[in-house]
């Protein structure tokens, strides 16, 4: 407007004359009750995950990741970020019958490429899969080892709020430097300055004292919680996509300390706590899957006979600046679960198959608890009485979970996803759970529990 124009009144002083009119005070109870009818709509949209795929996860220890006394070192090189990305876009879009035109927006989940790879700015690396992506609305997400899971819980939001197709990528590179130096660059993840000094391997070292702290709280022996990780490994060795699909792991040698299964932290409290076969894997790979509204589906010729919805999505974060106020609780996963439990209208006594974020042979205790399969202190019996098993009362992290199917960091909440999604589908071959399940739980965590997605999904609309 002009300078010599008269000022417009403000919209507060604006509003407030109008609703003093008659007219408008008759109309004003109307307006507000076709807002709440929009908010209503919004959150009654139905999501739905239509298709979805992963990567094989490589690092060490696979024979098939190469390193310098690899036979094929020099003659092929490892897959890249620029694979992983395209592979499992391309296989989620392949899984879904949908064409890269049909999506929407885009969510990247990546945690530290600029580290690692040297790389950021991963919104903008989805075209690699397919041109039809190029100028889609498209966001890298970052939250730690919770970054795919905040992916999809952003996706889950624009679905509800009008949009009908999303594509939710997971990818992580971390085996391009040391462990040493990998663990550096994985201690963004916590408060530096306050936790970097216990060890050089900064996580290992806090989940190391999460250890101490439950098996001396709850009287818990070496050999009982290695139930957890021989678990793990048991069933990675049924999934042909595992990182650690080719090792083996027994009860004996995952209960004590060994050359081959070393306490490898330098921090001499933490030191005895820890062993190799306790910790997930520094994993490369990919995840994606995509999702879309009632109205998406029939644009691309299903049903919702044909997905798996998603009941709850829901996501927490605690204070990244103070250590945990009881290290034998996962507090901000338990904020996440139960305002889950609670959209969904379901309980964990009817979840039949879940993905828990085992970071930690400890941490799949803690999860389990926190997500209310086990009472506090009892998680660590679910893998010991079997009853997390693939037969078992709670079938939990079917495909090895982080500690043997991997930890791509980025990928891992995608890959829950998909992973529960293939369980729903009967997909899962050598691991799947005998009665297919019909309502399953994803719980990715951040950090030292610092963020926390959890997800339930069902397929219940199907039967």
Known sequence: YPRSSPPLPSLHVRTMLAVTAPAARTALPALLATRAGFATAASARRVYVVGGHSTRFLGKGHPEFIHKKHPDFGKRENPDIKDYIK????????????????????????FAGELFIEQGHLAAAVTVADPALLYKPSMRVEG????????????VDAVRAGMNIGLVCGAEVQNTVSAREGGAFLARAADFKRERVLDDFTFPAVFALRMKMYRTEFNVSEKEIASISMKAYGNANKNPLAHMHFAKMTLERASAASDTNPNFLSNPELKPWLKVSDCSQVSDGGSAVII?????????????????????????????????????????????????????HVTSRDIQVAEVHDCFSVAEALMCEAVGFAERGKGYKLALDGESNIDGRIPTNTGGGLIAFGHPVGATGVKQIVEVCRQMRGECGEYQVPKVPSLGLCANMGGNDKTSVVSILSSRHAQ
């Open 292 to 344: 879309a509204s009632e109205e998406g589906l029939r644009a691309l010729g299903k049903s919702p006979a044909d997905a798996i919805e998603v009941l709850a999505c829901e996501y927490a974060a605690g204070d990244l600046w103070s250590p945990p106020k009881d290290w034998c609780q996962m507090d901000t996963t338990v904020h996440a679960a139960r305002r889950a439990f609670d959209k969904a």
């Open 87 to 110: 592979d499992s876009i391309q296989g989620a879009l392949t899984a879904s019958g949908a064409s890269a035109a049909q999506v929407e927006k885009v969510w990247v989940g990546n």
């Open 144 to 155: 730690a080892c919770a970054s795919g899971g905040l992916a999809f819980a952003a996706a």
